[in-house]
Structures are given as C-alpha cells and as structure tokens.
C-alpha cells in the first residue's frame, strides 16, 4: 500500500508562494490519483485539488482555481502543489491523498501546516 509524507508548508506573508511536495512510496503510483485537501482552523475539509495518474487530467476547488497548480513527477513518486496569491484564507494543514478514483481517496499523509498572515 501506498505510504505518503507531505512537506514543504510554512509561514508566508498574504500574496506570497509555497510549494508543497508529497512523496509516496511504492511500484505502482502511476496507478493513482492523487489529490490534495485541506483542514481549516474551522475544522472545514475543503477539496483542493486532484490529478490523474499520468497526470492528463487536473481538477481544482473554485477557491483555489487560477492560483494553485497540482502536478506530478511519476519517476519521483512525488506530487507538488504550487501555491502562487496565498490569501490568509489558505491557512489550513494540507494533506495530500492516494485513491484508485476521486471518489476513493483512502490513503493520506500526515499533514503539513501553511499559514498565511495578513
């Protein structure tokens, strides 16, 4: 089974950028789709972003569209998520997910923490 472990969250200032990277271990992660949530200080999980498994396809939450860009490097295992006109709304952990299809998401990392001040 996939194993993931996100990283690259910190503290930016309102219009800054992050980019977060979430490595996966295993043979198969060309098979995956892999997307990215996020967990508010309201306790809000929010749909961020997904991508197929050979990264044909991307999909994005209406909040993010236009200022988040998801993509993937299958020789790395790894899925990044570029974040660009970070918003203090943005503050959230951010988990990035495994599953089969996006209604199936059913292996997730850790966590890593964003937070944007004004």
């Known amino acids: 089974q996939v194993q993931l472990v996100e990283s690259g969250g910190g503290l930016v200032q309102a219009g800054g950028s992050l980019r977060l990277a979430c490595a996966a271990s295993g043979r198969t992660f060309s098979n995956y789709v892999m997307g990215w949530f996020r967990r508010t200080p309201d306790w809000e999980r929010e749909f961020v972003g997904a991508i197929t498994g050979r990264g044909r396809s991307t999909y994005y939450g209406a909040s993010v569209k236009g200022r988040f860009t998801i993509s993937r490097d299958n020789a790395k295992n790894t899925v990044y998520l570029q974040m660009n006109s970070l918003k203090p709304e943005d503050t959230a952990v951010y988990y990035c997910?495994?599953?089969?299809?996006?209604?199936?998401?059913?292996?997730w990392g850790q966590g890593t923490q964003v937070t944007v001040s004004s």
């Open positions: 997910a495994a599953g089969d299809t996006m209604e199936g998401f059913d292996a």
